[in-house]
């Protein structure tokens, strides 16, 4: 039994290469949310009965130890609660299942492409996080896992409601699928906003990531689907990659924009940030955000050719509180982290220049 | 404002309390108000469950029509959660309330989904047991015609098969309660 996550400092799957269309595209996510039958969901079930299906997933998944890859099997309350929070911060776990224990774990592959979380809101959520643009691809990832893990245990299932969950917004399917987009020329031309009401408008749910409230942060979206049943989870990923895809086409354009009619100002700007970024002191995590955003904008339009763009992805995760004080192997205040944020980029953007 | 508790930082917690008719006001950081217990934190931020409770008891009336009693008395059998505590929380306490609560989550899932019916995968398990219920339904009724019929022969052989897919179908549900 391993109790501790000691892979922190290393990239995740989703971090470690660009991907499709992975200029725009950050990660693309599918969970599946499954419950076992009859026994309470978790936020009900007594200590014994969260136990037992602990017990029971974690027995599953040593029988199919050959077919799930090579994965490890955390128990939540064994893990320190800043590893915790490093995974939440990594997607690779929810803010609810490192928060709320009951008997939680989460089985890791390896390459912290799959996760498989036990005792969340259900019983069972299987996630898959992929770079760039890849919905279909971590669907069937998902549905192999779901349909590995259904051999060994009893889902709840009925023939008119499909999956039961635990809240009536995931019964059905039980899918959500979502990608994290990096918009910063949509949100420069100020079109930002104009287009994410339309999203909202056919059945997608967008917010800004690692925001405060409903303010985007780093010019990041998340856009994923809310309707779980009446359409198959074919069609729910086909939807979101359709308009996915019509954004991402969109966001280019305006880039094309500002590179061939706006050269200068641009240019100016993605370089000051990166000026900013890499010599700065202090940095909270909040202009960190701000300024990688303008940095991974010049290097996605080859205004800035010193920097790699999966640096700035797995930057925007190390730079976070709990992986930034794994990194430096120290308990950091805040005052503590924003000078240990910017020693971070310093070292890193130097590394990547010489590199 | 500074902490009047700590007079180090600032005050985000401002709390006014009436005791028998007298106001008092006091001006707090968090901390100091964690530590001397004047509020509650780890109170549940506004959430999607909050919202799904405006959208339940409406419509509850044909339902009542169809299950023939009201939806205040519902409830289930296996985790004990009554429908009215489901309005209240939004979620439900196991899978067997989606059986308990029946007609009344038609209108709620019409609400939220659009739509009432699942469409895609099915679990292979399930699969195989929707399959068993369907073909013991027709055997059912192919045996009441053929003793209508009074075709007795063959109505003993249909018989026969019903007995083993009935066995068969108990062997599973056993081996769902004890999986």
């Known amino acids: 039994m391993v109790n501790d996550y000691k892979k922190i400092v290393q990239p995740s799957k989703w971090m470690s290469a660009p991907g499709p269309d992975g200029d725009v595209v950050l990660s693309s996510r599918v969970r599946l949310a499954r419950n076992l039958a009859k026994i309470p969901f978790p936020y009900l079930a007594s200590d014994s009965q969260t136990a037992a299906v602990a017990e029971q997933v974690y027995a599953a998944s040593q029988d199919l130890d050959g077919d799930l890859g090579k994965m490890t099997y955390y128990r939540m309350q064994e893990l320190p609660s800043l590893s915790r929070q490093a995974l939440v911060e990594k997607y690779l776990i929810s803010p609810l299942l490192a928060k709320e224990s009951h008997n939680s774990a989460v089985l890791l592959r390896d390459d912290e492409g799959v996760s498989i979380m036990v005792n969340e809101e259900d019983h069972l959520r299987i996630q898959c996080l992929l770079p760039g643009l890849q919905l279909e691809e971590a669907l069937q990832e998902a549905n192999r896992y779901d349909e590995l893990l259904e051999q060994r245990l009893d889902y709840a299932y009925d023939e008119r409601w499909g999956y039961l969950t635990v809240c009536p917004t995931n019964v059905g399917t039980g899918l959500r699928a979502s990608v994290m987009l990096h918009l910063p020329a949509l949100a420069v031309t100020k079109q930002l906003n104009r287009i994410l009401s339309a999203i909202a408008q056919v059945g997608l749910a967008v917010r800004g990531i690692y925001g405060e409230g409903s303010e985007t942060t780093g010019n990041l979206v998340q856009i994923s689907n809310q309707v779980t049943l009446g359409q198959s989870a074919e069609e729910i990923v086909s939807n979101l990659f359709g308009v996915t895809r019509q954004i991402v086409e969109q966001e280019k354009q305006v880039r094309q924009v500002l590179l061939n009619e706006d050269r200068d100002r641009t240019a100016d700007r993605v370089n000051r940030a990166y000026g900013v970024l890499s010599h700065a002191r202090l940095l909270s995590s909040q202009e960190a955000m701000q300024l990688m955003s303008d940095v991974r904008l010049g290097v996605d339009l080859g205004l800035i050719e010193e920097v790699q763009g999966d640096l700035l992805k797995e930057l925007l995760v190390l730079q976070r509180p709990a992986n930034l004080q794994l990194y430096t192997n120290r308990t950091l205040n805040a005052l503590d982290r924003d000078r240990e944020r910017a020693r971070l980029f310093r070292q890193k953007l130097t590394q990547s220049k010489q590199a | ?179």
């Open chain 2, 1 to 179: 404002m500074l902490c009047q508790e700590c007079q180090k930082n600032q005050a985000t917690v401002h709390l006014t309390k009436i005791v028998n008719g007298e106001h008092s006001e006091q001006h707090l950081c968090e901390q100091c108000a964690r530590e001397k217990g004047e509020f509650v934190f780890n109170h549940q931020p506004f959430s999607i469950h909050h919202l799904l409770t405006g959208l339940m008891n409406i419509d509850a009336q044909p339902a009542d029509k169809l299950m023939g009693f009201t939806s205040a008395k519902v409830q289930c059998n296996n985790c004990g959660l009554t429908y009215a505590q489901f309005g209240q929380i939004g979620r439900f306490g196991c899978s067997e309330c989606y059986h308990a609560f029946g007609e009344w989550l038609v209108p709620l899932m019409r609400r939220i989904h659009g739509s009432t019916q699942h469409v895609g995968t099915v679990p292979r398990r399930a699969e195989g047991a929707v399959k068993l219920r369907r073909s013991l339904e027709e055997l059912r009724q192919q045996l009441q015609h053929l003793v209508e019929q009074e075709e007795f022969e063959k109505a003993a052989e249909v018989r026969d098969r019903i007995r083993e897919l009935e066995e068969q179908e108990q062997e599973q549900e056993g081996g769902a309660a004890n999986g």
